[in-house]
């Protein structure tokens, strides 16, 4: 994915004749398993097929800048998906159990969605949520019942889950690293 993301700044989304852009294809072809020039063919142009009369005729289209850039985009939003989901399997099936026991949840704290099955876009917009409600309880909680201790004042305490250990998992660097992690590293 970030081999494909480099050829942001090359003619056509890096993908032209020209020998350099062709060597930019070249090992995320490889990491694919596909030739360089069906890379190159798939990211450029497009096949029509229409049939008129009881007839079929292909025709191949060549993309513009923009509709190649989108394509790429594309591809590299459907394979993140894809390692993102297979990922997920991974765990999902190391943990198994005879009955539903154990399962990996990131709470949605809006709950807008109920899917049965969920995609990297809503793993990043749980994320955020799961962000957001950090901050929440860093800023307001935790920091307000400090300040009353600090004070002296009497209160009674609020128990509250710290979501730290759910966003330390998503996004740690090192020791051990979390999810973006690891998929930032594997794509």
Same mark, same amino acid.
């Given at each position: 994915?970030?081999?494909?993301?480099?050829?942001?700044?090359?003619?056509?989304?890096?993908?032209?004749?020209?020998?350099?852009?062709?060597?930019?294809?070249?090992?995320?072809?490889?990491?694919?398993?596909?030739?360089?020039?069906?890379?190159?063919?798939?990211?450029?142009?497009?096949?029509?097929?229409?049939?008129?009369?009881?007839?079929?005729?292909?025709?191949?289209?060549?993309?513009?800048?923009?509709?190649?850039?989108?394509?790429?985009?594309?591809?590299?939003?459907?394979?993140?998906?894809?390692?993102?989901?297979?990922?997920?399997?991974?765990?999902?099936?190391?943990?198994?159990?005879?009955?539903?026991?154990?399962?990996?949840?990131? #709470?949605?704290?809006?709950?807008?969605?109920?899917?049965?099955?969920?995609?990297?876009?809503?793993?990043?917009?749980?994320?955020?949520?799961?962000?957001?409600?950090?901050?929440?309880?860093?800023?307001?909680?935790?920091?307000?019942?400090?300040?009353?201790?600090?004070?002296?004042?009497?209160?009674?305490?609020?128990?509250?889950?710290?979501?730290?250990?759910?966003?330390?998992?998503?996004?740690?660097?090192?020791?051990?690293?979390?999810?973006?992690?690891? #998929?930032?590293?594997?794509?």
């Amino acid at each position: 994915i970030k081999q494909l993301g480099k050829t942001k700044e090359m003619d056509v989304c890096g993908i032209t004749d020209k020998q350099p852009s062709l060597e930019l294809l070249a090992f995320p072809a490889y990491l694919l398993g596909i030739n360089q020039d069906r890379l190159k063919e798939k990211l450029t142009s497009r096949q029509m097929d229409s049939k008129w009369g009881g007839k079929s005729e292909s025709i191949h289209v060549t993309l513009n800048v923009e509709q190649a850039c989108y394509t790429r985009d594309a591809l590299a939003k459907a394979l993140h998906a894809r390692v993102f989901d297979f990922l997920v399997d991974s765990i999902n099936k190391a943990m198994e159990k005879d009955h539903e026991e154990y399962n990996i949840g990131v #709470l949605d704290i809006y709950g807008f969605e109920i899917f049965q099955k969920n995609g990297f876009e809503q793993f990043c917009i749980n994320f955020v949520n799961e962000k957001l409600q950090q901050i929440f309880i860093e800023l307001t909680l935790k920091a307000e019942q400090e300040e009353y201790v600090q004070e002296g004042i009497r209160w009674t305490p609020i128990e509250y889950f710290n979501n730290k250990i759910v966003c330390d998992l998503i996004e740690n660097k090192v020791n051990p690293p979390g999810i973006m992690s690891i #998929l930032d590293d594997v794509c």
